[in-house]
């Protein structure tokens, strides 16, 4: 009987750091908004280089807040288009159907990010904006999808989930002229906490509206208002029938810890990443996922082509691996099923692609170990 229990992600998280920061807010009677929140901000800030990061309590809210403020400060209207992938989690399209607009499909290039060829065929006298996802911490053709809306005079959302810590090689921050950029830091994340997400804005008017709309509509959040002074601290006005999506400091001080081995750990992924490569240089029957040229990726997943995806993920299994599916093709699910057959790169992907394990408890046996079992598997 095999005793191996590989799975796909398990977190490493600091555990007495984590704690030390914790106690802090216990200590001081302050858990919620403000404090380590504030604090998390900007360190984040001063590890991207972006002007604005507001945090908030998961990723999903990030991208349903960036078509929502951006629809409202750019004046789009239902019914308008968003270019988007359809290898993603739900999550990034559901953000466009949360407002209202309508996503339309583009296929997806060898890197599984949007392809700028197929996405100049889905421009519209409607469409405004393309959502690029940095899929497994790939950069893909990131470069030219910015060139596609300077040119046709789109906003840009990023989906960058997976890319905390992915760098250019020149050092720079992919998509830090996006008009918008979501972060995730959900449990098993490169960066992770409990669950939460940031929100960055090139626009630091949208990132005032963002902290207003993700605390209700209020225009002054419970931290200003005990830091501030006089008899009418207490007194703010609601601007908009907002939702309550901000962060708390139990989990930014699980995200300060995260954030200051970030960079290590992301160095560690891409060694387990090359190991892969090696074992499986020269096997025409699996093909891995390479980052893009110019792209230092955080690597969140290490993605591979089999032609017996479905076999072969249940034969891991028997061998004691429990690998992934990043992702199915979204135009399966019902609400999307109008655009289905027009990303066919992108569903051919969803047919046969599988996410190894990927985290920083493998070791150089474990990666050993599962390559020789996919090899041995693999039609």
Same mark, same amino acid.
């Given at each position: 009987m095999n005793n191996k229990n590989i799975q796909l992600f398990v977190p490493t998280f600091r555990t007495e750091e984590c704690l030390e920061q914790i106690r802090e807010c216990l200590d001081k009677g302050w858990t919620g908004l403000g404090f380590k929140t504030v604090q998390f901000e900007e360190? %984040?800030?001063?590890?991207? /280089?972006?002007?604005?990061? =507001?945090? $908030?309590?998961?990723? &999903?809210? /990030? $991208? +349903?807040?960036?078509? +929502?403020? $951006?629809?409202?400060?750019?004046? %789009?209207? +239902?019914? +308008?288009?968003?270019?988007?992938?359809?290898? &993603?989690?739900?999550? &990034?399209? =559901?953000?466009? $159907?949360? #407002? #209202?607009m309508k996503v339309v499909f583009a296929d997806v290039d060898e890197y599984l990010c949007l392809d700028p060829k197929s996405v100049r065929k889905k421009i519209t006298d409607k469409t405004r904006a393309i959502l690029f996802v940095g899929l497994g911490g790939n950069t893909g053709r990131l470069k030219e999808i910015e060139q596609i809306c300077k040119e046709h005079k789109l906003s840009l959302i990023l989906d960058a989930a997976h890319m905390a810590g992915t760098r250019y090689k020149d050092g720079t921050l992919p998509g830090k002229n996006a008009d918008c950029i979501v972060y995730s830091f959900q449990a098993v994340k490169n960066c992770p906490t409990g669950d939460s997400g940031m929100i960055c804005f090139k626009d630091k008017t949208n990132d005032e509206i963002a902290r207003k709309k993700s605390w209700l509509g209020i225009n002054k959040d419970t931290f200003a208002r005990t830091a501030g002074s006089g008899a009418y601290k207490w007194k703010y006005d609601v601007e908009y029938v907002g939702h309550k999506n901000h962060g708390n400091s139990i989990m930014a001080s699980i995200g300060l810890v995260s954030l200051k081995y970030l960079d290590r750990d992301n160095a560690y992924r891409r060694t387990l990443a090359q190991w892969y490569d090696e074992f499986f240089a020269g096997n025409d029957k699996i093909k891995p996922i390479k980052a893009a040229p110019d792209c230092i990726s955080s690597r969140h997943l290490y993605q591979i082509i089999v032609k017996n995806r479905d076999e072969l993920l249940l034969a891991l299994n028997e061998c004691g691996i429990y690998p992934g599916v990043h992702y199915r093709d979204n135009t399966e699910y019902r609400m999307y099923a109008y655009a289905k057959g027009t990303c066919p790169k992108a569903h051919e992907a969803s047919e046969h692609i599988l996410s190894l394990p990927m985290h920083m408890r493998l070791t150089f046996e474990d990666v050993k170990y599962i390559c020789e079992m996919v090899v041995k598997y693999a039609q």
């Amino acid at each position: 009987m095999n005793n191996k229990n590989i799975q796909l992600f398990v977190p490493t998280f600091r555990t007495e750091e984590c704690l030390e920061q914790i106690r802090e807010c216990l200590d001081k009677g302050w858990t919620g908004l403000g404090f380590k929140t504030v604090q998390f901000e900007e360190e %984040w800030k001063k590890y991207t /280089g972006l002007e604005n990061a =507001h945090y $908030l309590n998961s990723a &999903t809210v /990030g $991208l +349903d807040m960036a078509v +929502d403020i $951006l629809k409202e400060t750019k004046g %789009w209207a +239902d019914g +308008d288009e968003i270019i988007s992938t359809p290898l &993603t989690f739900v999550s &990034t399209n =559901h953000a466009v $159907l949360y #407002n #209202n607009m309508k996503v339309v499909f583009a296929d997806v290039d060898e890197y599984l990010c949007l392809d700028p060829k197929s996405v100049r065929k889905k421009i519209t006298d409607k469409t405004r904006a393309i959502l690029f996802v940095g899929l497994g911490g790939n950069t893909g053709r990131l470069k030219e999808i910015e060139q596609i809306c300077k040119e046709h005079k789109l906003s840009l959302i990023l989906d960058a989930a997976h890319m905390a810590g992915t760098r250019y090689k020149d050092g720079t921050l992919p998509g830090k002229n996006a008009d918008c950029i979501v972060y995730s830091f959900q449990a098993v994340k490169n960066c992770p906490t409990g669950d939460s997400g940031m929100i960055c804005f090139k626009d630091k008017t949208n990132d005032e509206i963002a902290r207003k709309k993700s605390w209700l509509g209020i225009n002054k959040d419970t931290f200003a208002r005990t830091a501030g002074s006089g008899a009418y601290k207490w007194k703010y006005d609601v601007e908009y029938v907002g939702h309550k999506n901000h962060g708390n400091s139990i989990m930014a001080s699980i995200g300060l810890v995260s954030l200051k081995y970030l960079d290590r750990d992301n160095a560690y992924r891409r060694t387990l990443a090359q190991w892969y490569d090696e074992f499986f240089a020269g096997n025409d029957k699996i093909k891995p996922i390479k980052a893009a040229p110019d792209c230092i990726s955080s690597r969140h997943l290490y993605q591979i082509i089999v032609k017996n995806r479905d076999e072969l993920l249940l034969a891991l299994n028997e061998c004691g691996i429990y690998p992934g599916v990043h992702y199915r093709d979204n135009t399966e699910y019902r609400m999307y099923a109008y655009a289905k057959g027009t990303c066919p790169k992108a569903h051919e992907a969803s047919e046969h692609i599988l996410s190894l394990p990927m985290h920083m408890r493998l070791t150089f046996e474990d990666v050993k170990y599962i390559c020789e079992m996919v090899v041995k598997y693999a039609q």
